[in-house]
């Protein structure tokens, strides 16, 4: 091999990316070293994915963080010996498109699948090793027939059902929004404000599998971020209490409030409806013509307030009388009904009985009106610095934590957790309570009135109700676009797609309608990772056996957007699955990696701010290679990289440098690498030892600092030491090349090759590193002298403290340190440091 470091030629005129690029992306497309369609049964497996892309224009900067901290860990576990699924594929159904094709007065269908080639062509060149004979598009009908599979099977189980309730709408979108797409009282996708719209929907009954979403996040803890665990436990948010039925005078039926404290029924006062709950409607309708034309406009106007701003504890109070009274059950005080915009619809039961001294909002609304406030827990909040207990609503804080009841009648002296049960207990005798689980969690709403998307599989007869369409009619397929006003209205453009809509009824045959509502798009990928293991079957959703094999996924990567709504889901889907005995497995994702924002000079990249870097532009002028080294390098994968502080540039450099180190490798691949220098070889053996935990551990970043210094040892070796030709400067090169494929695959393939193997470097094994090389022969001591480092020395790592301590004491430095100062304390820690305290001689 010709060794051209003397040319003169620097490293960045050598080291050519696009012509690398150019040169090795056809042989991958002919290879297809990543396809796991007939890997051998014995060898052990692993499932890698990447949250799919939604196609929405190319791949921008936070896909090449994303896709390349993935590859980091399907690549190394093909190196440590195990098939690695890693598929790709795209969330393809949805606003976006719709709303971006209605604009160019486009078909959705082709302004989808444009998207789709050109970011599938860009990811092509970032070369994720992804299986590309996997590949799935939820748009296609041979995916959505399985969505509406899976609707059915909801359907069959009645965890799919239909109901009238209050909604989030969109007014921009017109369309319902489920509670986890409404971030800040604001749609996720226009950021526009959300309303509450009263719509017969499909929905999705996430909340009968509330608790075991809940309890097995305790699986999850070791291998998920301790952040998304939270989130999703807040969601969740169980509570428990007890349901409590209050008499409403004139109504036959008792009111259910459910409360996390029943201990203080005897501090009830009042009683709050939510305004827009059924239970309002009908209190009202017995009350005078002034309340009720009070109620209606003041209805109107909590209708076109946020959700966030009705929790506000900002906000000042208002409600409506309703001239309704409830009996308090477990004294008989009357207790008068307002309507009032801080209580929601959907909380327990609409209704709350309000208890202003020990519940701040309560109490900010019973100042406001002037209603009773009873204090019945005695708190140690409860007094001030004298002793003397604080009247709340005077100081207008109300007295929150544990205490001792009070005003409770035959529950006085109890704890607050003793009056619980007791309360409760009572209740419960005299049939006027149960103890109760309460959830914030709500059903899963899933219906849009949307063209792009999933169609409902539902058939609606006159005579029959609800019909399933039978699976053998399955897919539903969406009719074309084309003469259909795809303009948001608040109703389905399918509507209007008479001859798909008019069917006749597969139970009676008569004349029927589809459903016209298309599913949400989390529904699409809340089970994609399934249909990965057999995306081309066209007589089953995925192979039972496939799953057996590959699933769950053990190493999930994406944003922690999605910590929510899309991981949530998914964990419901998949108990379901489990539950009907299509799976064996009760969690999705065994392990968790969240990558953080790429920003600009401290913000999220926009054409608005002017702060837009386009990936196409750093991968034109850097090369792919350098843009993926620098996001591994950039630090943590959790944490944000700010591209105003990294240096693709400087990347590029560092590859050239390694690329070159390659290049100069003179010796012979059978050469007998335990002849070559021992020093690099130690070095080189450190990192084969010490990469794989650091993988393991995703501290990519290290790992690259790490092979920065091998590289710079090894051409310290080559250019000073025993040259090109040393066999560690050969084992050095190799084990370079491997790690190089994680991060830099293209240059990882070029030295590989001119190292004298044949492609591809992904499927070479990490070698195992010869531990006699891993024994120190020698560290360094650091000895101290009152605080500040007066000398260094070379010592036995077996050294003990006595002969260390000595050592450090004969010292010339030290000697000349302490001079005649008095030694008053030594420490020592052998092998690695020795403290020496002095003070001055009396």
């Not at 994303?66 to 980091?72: E, W």
Request: hydrophobic share 40%.
């Amino acid at each position: 091999m010709t060794n051209e470091h003397d040319t003169g030629r620097s490293d960045e005129a050598r080291y050519d990316f696009r012509a690398i690029q150019e040169k090795w992306l056809p042989v991958w497309e002919q290879l297809k070293p990543f396809a796991t369609n007939d890997v051998p049964a014995d060898r052990p497996r692993k499932y890698v994915l990447d949250m799919f892309p939604y196609p929405s224009g190319d791949l921008h900067m936070g896909h090449a963080e994303a896709y390349a901290l993935g590859d980091v860990i399907a690549r190394f576990w093909r190196q440590q010996g195990f098939s690695v699924l890693h598929p790709i594929g795209w969330d393809a159904f949805g606003l976006p498109a719709e709303n971006a094709a209605i604009k160019r007065g486009l078909d959705p269908r082709g302004w989808t699948y444009d998207n789709i080639a050109q970011q599938k062509a860009s990811m092509r060149r970032y070369a994720p090793s992804f299986d590309w004979d996997r590949v799935i598009q939820t748009c296609d009908p041979e995916y959505y027939r399985w969505n509406q599979w899976l609707f059915l099977k909801l359907y069959e189980k009645g965890l799919a059902y239909r109901k009238a309730s209050l909604v989030n709408w969109c007014p921009f979108d017109q369309t319902v929004l489920a509670n986890e797409q409404v971030v800040g009282g604001r749609c996720e996708r226009c950021d526009n404000l959300v309303t509450k719209k009263k719509l017969t929907q499909w929905y999705f009954r996430i909340t009968e599998y509330a608790d075991r979403l809940l309890d097995d996040l305790a699986g999850l803890e070791a291998t998920w971020p301790s952040k998304v665990i939270s989130m999703q436990r807040n969601w969740i948010g169980r509570s428990t209490g007890a349901d409590v039925d209050f008499r409403i005078e004139g109504r036959e039926q008792p009111v259910s409030v459910y409360t996390t404290r029943p201990d203080t029924l005897y501090g009830a006062t009042f009683m709050v409806v939510a305004p827009d709950a059924d239970l309002a409607a009908e209190l009202v309708e017995g009350s005078s013509a002034e309340v009720r034309e009070r109620f209606d406009a003041y209805l109107e106007r909590v209708r076109g307030t946020t959700e966030m701003d009705r929790l506000s504890t900002e906000r000042e109070k208002t409600g409506v009388f309703l001239e309704r009274y409830a009996i308090n059950p477990v004294n008989g005080e009357r207790l008068p009904i307002w309507a009032a915009d801080y209580v929601l619809a959907d909380y327990g039961h609409g209704a709350i009985m309000a208890v202003p001294a020990h519940d701040q909002r309560d109490l900010d609304f019973a100042r406001a009106f002037g209603l009773p406030v009873r204090v019945v827990v005695e708190t140690s909040s409860g007094a001030d610095a004298d002793g003397v207990s604080r009247d709340p609503q005077a100081t207008g804080e109300a007295l929150a934590g544990d205490g001792v009841l009070v005003n409770s009648g035959e529950f006085d002296g109890l704890s607050k957790a003793e009056a619980i049960q007791s309360v409760t207990a009572r209740l419960r005798e005299q049939g006027l309570g149960e103890p109760a689980t309460n959830f914030r969690l709500r059903d899963w709403l899933i219906s849009r009135q949307r063209y792009w998307g999933t169609p409902i599989p539902i058939i609606h007869c006159p005579a029959c109700g609800e019909v399933p369409v039978p699976e053998d009619q399955l897919p539903v397929e969406l009719p074309s676009a084309e003469g259909l006003d795809l303009q948001p209205k608040g109703t389905s453009p399918l509507g209007a797609a008479e001859e798909w809509v008019n069917v006749s009824c597969p139970s009676c045959g008569g004349d029927a309608k589809r459903d016209t509502d298309t599913m949400d798009t989390f529904v699409d990928s809340s089970w994609y990772f399934l249909r990965f293991l057999s995306p081309h079957d066209d007589t089953q959703a995925f192979d039972p056996a496939e799953a057996k094999k590959w699933a769950p996924v053990d190493q999930y990567v994406g944003g922690v957007t999605h910590a929510i709504l899309h991981l949530l889901y998914a964990r419901f889907v998949t108990k379901v699955l489990n539950d009907l005995g299509y799976i064996d497995f009760g969690e999705p994702f065994t392990a968790l990696l969240n990558q953080g924002m790429v920003l600009m000079d401290g913000s999220a990249m926009s054409k608005s701010r002017g702060n837009l870097v386009r990936l196409s532009d750093q991968l034109d002028e850097h090369g792919v290679d350098a843009v993926r080294l620098t996001m591994a390098f950039a630090g943590p994968p959790e944490d944000d990289i700010d591209w105003a502080d990294v240096s693709p540039a400087g990347s590029a450099k560092f590859l050239a440098r390694a690329w070159r180190v390659g290049d100069d490798v003179t010796s012979a691949p059978d050469v007998d690498r335990t002849t070559g220098d021992a020093a690099l070889r130690r070095v080189t053996h450190h990192f084969l030892a010490d990469a794989p935990s650091l993988v393991e551990a995703f501290k990519f970043n290290v790992v690259v600092a790490r092979l920065m210094e091998l590289v710079n040892a090894t051409r310290k070796a080559i250019d000073t030491g025993a040259g090109a030709a040393d066999p560690a400067v050969r084992e050095a090169a190799e084990t370079i090349a491997l790690a190089l494929n994680l991060f830099a695959p293209y240059t990882a393939e070029d030295m590989w090759q001119r190292l004298g193997y044949e492609p591809s470097v992904a499927l070479a094994q990490w070698p195992a590193p010869d531990a006699s090389l891993l024994v120190e022969q020698s560290v360094t001591s650091i000895i101290q002298v009152d605080g500040k480092v007066r000398d260094r020395l070379e010592v036995s790592p077996r050294i003990d403290a006595e002969e260390l301590e000595a050592l450090a004491r004969a010292s010339q430095a030290v000697q000349r340190t302490v001079a005649d100062r008095e030694i008053v304390n030594v420490i020592v820690r052998a092998p690695r440091v020795v403290n020496i305290a002095t003070r001055p001689r009396a």
